[in-house]
């Protein structure tokens, strides 16, 4: 090896050295005296959990979420698994299960309770990039002294180190990230104190004059973990040097040797038995190290891809597990399973999951035992998976250098046909291609020749099927169409589900019946108004985040341009607080900016779905039969509910709030303070919730009435109504939002309460208050006062009394039919009131 190869180590090793000693060091003493302060590790840990589990999971909320969000769909990941959990440890114990909420497949909210910090880790246990993440995540701009750029400069030179691949570096290299490296750490050691700058300034010194011979010498002078990382690099280094010619070998077959030598190691393992709940996972591994020669050589699939192992889970399933269920779940988990493995697959039988994962995970029989176990319990979960009784199933994992082959790619519908009604009466199965609006019948291609042919059905109107987007099949019975409609249930069913669930029912309705002047009816007009409603409450609500975000900056400029006025009285005594008011500023306006960019997020994620609704159901209108629309309907309303409940929950966090600045009083002689900057709720923007119509989402209109009701019912929660004063509570009415409106007979105050119990306000009333009434699609509700002989209107949106109105009788209960008021009076008396309290 030449001379000047040896001198490209020696520059590599020092500079190496002084990133994993001083630098890091240097590091650790700033993290230590100016981001702890007085803090010590743990604490500063239990303090921020809520923020760096978010640096874990940046999308999903978690519980916590519910007091201040941060969950960001756009946020990416800064830390991985391993990072994380050096710092905190999760105990399952502890975690709340209402906590958790999913949607399907999909995770919708985690629980932070069994998060805490591990109170083993020390602050000199983070490497460079873990101290970069938790200082940039946890330390807003401007809280803490020093530059950000500083600890960047640092780690931008060990990555520089990590990705050179022979272990040298030029000299100009060396001088040039020495020299960058260097200063910054000078800047944070001139920022943690003069001693540590002192010290720092000695240790740079003694490495610039060292020699590669001196390295040794530095180790021994190092702390203890300095001195090991240092030693093992250094005896690498040699060991690199020596062996150089091996490194010149082919990197395909290093590749394959470690493939080859990790699926041998797989082939040796021994039975792993995974217990999760009382479900028992007996798992063999098997190797498959190469697969059947096929007769034609070039039809055999070889993996290409020199990372991946692929992985054959066989279940034997026990016959309580519904494997149409579990199937078509893995058909829609995009994660990857126990955090390895992405399914590829899936086959019915037993239960087949073929799927891929990193073959560095696999390499050792630990590794291996981990990643079975993360995914079986994975598939427990997503699949919920459950048992009464301790259940054993039998699990063959096998293991493969090879893809699998490309015959057992299952077949997946994208669109959904309609059934031809002449063939269907003979049993025979063909695909619709015409709808007649006179026949009220599906046509095949030749079943419409033949209808085509009878000159009586010459001008009947003819429309396509077309071929739409949602599925007319039951999803229990997936080879059966829905062709029924049941009043009782409110629901379209099939001819199995008729004697599975529907014996007993006596308003069974064929769906041409049912979906007869569908776009006449009250529920097509509900889903059409609960799409208007909520696209106009969304575009609304959207525009005020966007000018929430727009006037944070106008009010920062406002409020500095206030405190450069009262400056100038206090002279520069006040520098320094204007300085610090003007980061408390800054920091304020940052997590609220944040706040309403997470909020318009999330009122996004809502519009989206709304919109496809709205596009199919307007394909429909356009090109579709009414039975299409019927389907349609019904497939959308219970999706519509779960986005109108989902932003009626969400409507009532939203509010406008603005930046303001208020110095204090007699500010010639306040030199504590230059103020403070404080964030202010505008009353008027309470019409969110206010301007918002919940819709009724009424079941098609079947021309006659439904009289079987349930015959049980249970409790679903007990409210206790605690106040100062005596209670006697006649009637409740409820509000549009869920608020509980209580008429209590013992005093003139309406008691409002929220639907989980949670007093609210009182409103008062002229008069002691029996019964009330909500009026439908208004802001108004209205009580009888029987003392009073009156009713008087009441603003539910501000919870303010309205006009009185007196009748010419004792009057008690109360009930709105149409636009008209019904008040029950003494003796028998009917008393009917309009809106404007004229009887």
């Not at 393992?269 to 498959?288: G, M, N, S």
């Not at 209960?813 to 029950?824: L, W």
Request: hydrophobic share 35%; with cysteine; proline share 3%.
């Amino acid at each position: 090896m030449a001379d000047g190869e040896d001198q490209k180590h020696e520059y590599y090793i020092k500079l190496l050295s002084f990133i994993i000693g001083p630098a890091t060091e240097t590091l650790h003493l700033y993290f230590e005296m100016k981001v702890l302060n007085t803090l010590d590790f743990f604490s500063f840990l239990e303090k921020h959990k809520h923020v760096l589990f978010h640096e874990l999971n940046p999308s999903i909320p978690c519980c916590e979420c519910q007091k201040v969000h941060i969950a960001a769909a756009k946020k990416k990941n800064r830390l991985i698994d391993t990072q994380f959990y050096l710092l905190f440890e999760k105990d399952e114990g502890r975690e709340n299960k209402d906590h958790v909420r999913t949607q399907g497949h999909q995770i919708k909210q985690l629980c932070l309770c069994s998060i805490s910090a591990n109170g083993l880790t020390t602050v000199d246990m983070m490497d460079i990039t873990l101290l970069s993440v938790v200082i940039k995540s946890c330390c807003p701009p401007g809280s803490i002294s020093g530059h950000p750029s500083w600890i960047k400069d640092i780690k931008t030179t060990r990555n520089f180190l990590a990705h050179c691949p022979s272990g040298k570096i030029t000299k100009t290299e060396f001088d040039q990230r020495f020299s960058i490296t260097e200063q910054s750490v000078l800047n944070l050691a001139r920022v943690v104190g003069s001693t540590c700058l002192k010290l720092i300034k000695s240790q740079i010194s003694y490495f610039q004059k060292s020699e590669l011979s001196t390295i040794r010498d530095i180790i021994k002078n190092s702390n203890d973990s300095i001195r090991q990382i240092l030693g093992l690099f250094v005896e690498e280094q040699k060991n690199t040097i020596e062996s150089i010619a091996d490194q010149t070998r082919n990197l395909a077959e290093n590749t394959d040797a470690m493939k080859t030598e990790v699926l041998t190691q797989l082939q040796e393992q021994k039975r792993i038995a995974v217990d999760i709940q009382k479900i028992v996972f007996e798992v063999k591994t098997v190797l498959k190290s190469q697969q059947a020669k096929s007769t034609d050589p070039s039809k055999k699939i070889v993996s290409h891809d020199d990372g991946v192992c692929y992985v054959e889970w066989k279940l034997e399933t026990p016959g309580s597990w519904n494997i149409d269920a579990i199937k078509g779940t893995l058909e829609n988990f995009s994660s990857l399973m126990g955090s390895f493995f992405r399914i590829v697959f899936v086959y019915k039988g037993s239960l087949v999951i073929q799927t891929t994962a990193p073959i560095c995970f696999l390499q050792n029989e630990k590794d291996l035992q981990l990643a079975v176990k993360l995914f079986l319990g994975d598939l427990v979960d997503v699949c919920k998976l459950d048992s009464d009784t301790k259940t054993i199933v039998k699990v063959e994992v096998v293991l493969s250098q090879e893809t699998f082959a490309s015959h057992n790619v299952p077949e997946k519908m994208t669109i959904s046909t309609f059934a031809c009604d002449p063939c269907s009466n003979k049993n025979v199965s063909s695909e619709a291609v015409q709808y007649c609006y006179e026949c009220q019948n599906k046509f095949c291609q030749q079943c419409i020749k033949t209808h085509n042919l009878n000159a009586a059905f010459l001008q009947h109107s003819l429309t396509d099927t077309g071929t739409l987007s949602f599925e007319n099949s039951c999803a229990k019975h997936e080879r059966n169409t829905l062709d029924f409609y049941c009043v009782e249930h409110d629901c379209l069913c099939c001819s199995s589900c008729i004697p599975e669930e529907h014996t007993s029912c006596q308003k069974l309705v064929p769906l041409k019946d049912a979906a007869k002047d569908i776009l006449q009816s009250s529920m097509f007009q509900d889903v059409s108004n609960a799409l208007s409603n909520i696209t106009v409450l969304l575009d609304k609500a959207i525009t005020s985040q966007d000018d929430n975000i727009e006037c944070l900056d106008n009010d920062e400029v406002a409020i500095i341009d206030q405190v450069a006025s009262n400056k100038a009285v206090i002279i520069n005594r006040l520098d320094e607080l204007e300085t610090k008011l003007k980061q408390d500023t800054y920091a304020l306006k940052k997590e609220q900016k944040t706040e309403f960019e997470s909020a318009k997020n999330y009122l996004l994620q809502i519009m989206k779905p709304m919109k496809n609704i709205s596009d199919k159901i307007n394909e429909v209108f356009k090109n579709g039969s009414h039975e299409q629309m019927f389907v349609l309907i019904n497939k959308c309303k219970l999706e519509i509910l779960y986005y109108e409940n989902q932003l009626h929950e969400f409507m009532p966090t939203l509010e406008t709030r603005r930046l303001t600045f208020k110095p204090p009083d007699h500010i010639q002689n306040a030199v504590k303070s230059l103020g403070s900057t404080n964030l202010r709720s505008l009353q008027y923007n309470t019409q969110y919730n206010a301007d918002y119509k919940r819709p009724k989402m009424e079941p098609v209109q079947i021309p006659f009435s439904v009289s079987q009701m349930p015959s049980k019912f249970t409790l679903d929660r007990k409210i206790e109504i605690k106040h100062s004063r005596d209670i006697w509570i006649s009637n409740m009415g409820i509000t549009y939002d869920n608020r509980l409106l209580l008429c209590n007979f013992y005093s003139k105050d309406l008691l409002v309460y929220s639907d989980h119990g949670d007093y609210l306000q009182d409103c008062k009333l002229s008069g002691e208050s029996w019964d009330i009434a909500v009026i439908p699609d208004d802001d108004k509700a209205v009580v009888t006062q029987p003392l009073q002989q009156s009713i008087q209107f009441i603003n539910i949106k501000t919870m303010t009394a309205g006009s009185i109105h007196y009748v010419p009788g004792d009057c008690y209960s109360i009930c709105i039919v149409n636009d008209t008021i019904c008040v029950g009076g003494h003796k028998g008396y009917l008393y009917i009131v309009n809106k404007q309290g004229d009887i």
